[in-house]
Each structure stands twice: as C-alpha cells, then as structure tokens.
C-alpha cells in the first residue's frame, strides 16, 4: 500500500506529516535552479542558504507567494523533491492532502492539484488552513461548538469561525510574517539609508520586533550597506522603532479578525467569547499580537502549543478521513453538508 502523507505547503515553510510518523520534515519553501539548464541545485534550508548571496547563472526563489503558486514548475519540482524524501523508495503512489488558504480561487486550486499530481501523487486533497489549524491545535470542531482560529504564517494569515466541523465564516488576507519583514526592510532603508537582506529582516523582527509595546527597550545591532557609500554599515535599532513599523500590518490582522466577527451568527460568538480565540502559525509567535488581537476584541486570546506546526499536524490527522473526501475538495464544509 502507499504511504499517505499530509503537507502544509507555506510561502516560506513546507511541512511534511507522514500518517503514523507525525512531522518528519520542516524545510524552508526556497529553490535553487541553474538558470542555463534548468537544473535544480538545492531545495528547502540549503537553497535558503543561497538568498541574496547566488552569481548570475544562479537563482533562488520562493515558488508559492501569498500561500498559493507563483511558479509553476518550480513548485511541482519541489513538491516532487519532498514528496520522494517523505516517501523513500516506494513502488505505490502516496495519497496527498495539501493545506491552502481559505481565500483560494478555483484556478489556483486547480493549479495546486495539478502540480501535486506530476509531483507524483496518486489522490489529491485539499484542506483549509484553518480547518487544519483547529485539527492540529487539539480542539473538538466536530461539536455543534463555535471556535475563532486566527493562522498567521508567512504570506497570507487565515482567521475562520469552526462549528460541525466545517468553516461558517472566513477571510484571507495577505498581511502576515513576509509583509513585517518586508516593511522592516523598507523603512530601515527609509530611515537609515541601509539596505538589508530579508534573512537579516526576519532575524531582527524575532529579536525585537513586536505587535505590542515592550516594558523597555531593546536595542539590536543590523549589518547592511550604505546606499550612500556602498559600503558596509553597522546600525542600532531600538523595539520603539519597530513597533511603530510592524503596528500597521498588525493592525490590519486585527482589523480582519473583527471583520470576520460582524458576519458571525451571534450563537457562535457567545461560544467564541467563553472558548477564547486560538491562534496557530509561526506569525503568531510575534511578541505581543496575542494581546493586540485580545486588545482589540475584548477576547482571551491563546497561542496553540507548537502554533507553527498546527497546520501540518491537522493535515496529517485529517488523513484518516481520507475515504468521506472527495478528491480535490476545497472547502470541506461544503462536502459535508452535501452528504447531509
């Protein structure tokens, strides 16, 4: 028989869940290609090793932006690459589930099977991040029970309100860890005349960047160069500053939670407002955005344990409902009340 595998395919990490093995690969979503023959180099933490520093006949890319394809090939190549890796020398197809974001359109669901398929997948299913959030962060959602599941990860955070196991109201949007790094970038460019790469960007929003104040400030050193003089630079940046640059995106996560909140049935508030909101995704581990969100809609909010394998987790545990899904389902909640 295949193996079944269940993969949490982000714009800047793959997962890789192996029914019975749990997670058994965490690479960075980056590939390495020859531009002259075509050939791929490196995948995953070796190709990301090679961001900002390749020669000219090399190029290192992030094939899925906003949690969806920007380049075909190279994503049915990577996939193919860790599909071979989580499978070793098998002579069955495995049966793959893939999470994606809510917001996805049916041409980029078509895309994502697709590629899936050449990959060298027999079946092919898709799952909601959020639906594989709340799977993967242990929380009953087949209880006629309202949860609020906020996934941020690198391009796109994913906030949904779960009852019967299916989604009642969600929301996409593109505002989550790359968008922060990406302003860090900007405005340390802005600010200091200092262009920095977006490993160097990423580095410093872990040390001290924030949704919400720090009881003091924190100070980090940030190499770059000079747009001036073209040469190396040392700077010192303080978390007061990259507070006020990463509060706009943080902000606009809070603004689309409320959002979502206005359009739910008032039963499953009242649920949600006693549960508390969960919160999954390796954005979520940004200091502070728990006690935005809290902030911002009067809800305990919790960070689930582990938040940036949640969705790899739930993909994976949702591989033992593989016979009630329909191949290439988007939206299993509709699946659900169509057996019903």
């Known amino acids: ?111 994502i099977c697709d590629a899936a398929i050449q990959a060298g997948a027999k079946k092919v299913y898709l799952i909601e991040k959020p639906l594989a959030a709340a799977i993967g962060a ?10 609020m599941v906020i996934d941020i990860g690198g391009g796109t955070t994913d906030i949904a309100v779960i009852s019967l196991g299916g989604i009642v109201i969600s929301d996409s949007v593109k505002v989550a860890g ?25 580095e410093l929003k872990i040390k001290i960047g924030s949704a919400w104040p720090f009881d003091e400030v924190y100070v980090a050193e940030v190499k770059g160069r000079c747009l001036l003089e073209g040469l190396p630079k040392m700077i010192s940046v303080n978390s007061a500053e990259l507070f006020e640059v990463i509060e706009k995106s943080a902000s606009a996560i809070a603004d689309a939670v409320c959002h979502v909140m206005e359009r739910t049935p008032p039963e499953l508030i009242a649920d949600i407002s006693t549960n508390g909101i969960i919160m999954t995704g390796g954005g979520s581990l940004l200091y502070g955005i728990d006690r935005l969100i809290e ?46």
């Open 138 to 147: 242990g929380l009953d959602i087949a209880k006629p029970i309202g949860n």
């Open 1 to 111: 028989m295949g193996i079944d595998i269940g993969i949490d395919l982000g714009t800047s990490t793959v997962l890789v869940y192996v029914k019975g093995k749990g997670v058994v690969i965490e690479e960075p979503s980056v590939v390495a290609i020859d531009r002259n023959t075509n050939k791929i180099l490196k995948v995953g933490k070796e190709a990301q090793m090679m961001l900002g520093r390749t020669p000219g006949n090399i190029m290192a890319v992030h094939p899925m932006q906003n949690g969806v394809i920007s380049q075909y090939d190279l994503t049915m190549r990577m996939l193919r690459y860790f599909i071979k890796r989580a499978t070793g020398i098998s002579f069955f197809k495995p049966s793959v589930i893939l999470s994606v974001p809510s917001g996805i359109t049916e041409v980029e669901e078509r895309a």
């Open 178 to 202: 790359n968008k922060i790094d990406q302003d860090i970038t900007k405005y340390i460019r802005r600010k200091h005349n200092v262009l920095i790469g977006e490993k160097t960007a990423e």
């Open 295 to 340: 902030h911002a809609t009067g809800i305990k909010t919790y960070i689930a344990e582990s938040p940036a394998g949640c969705v790899a987790v739930g993909t994976g545990r949702s591989l033992e409902n593989l016979e009630v899904l329909t191949e290439g389902v988007i939206n299993i909640s509709r699946r659900k009340y169509a057996r019903l």
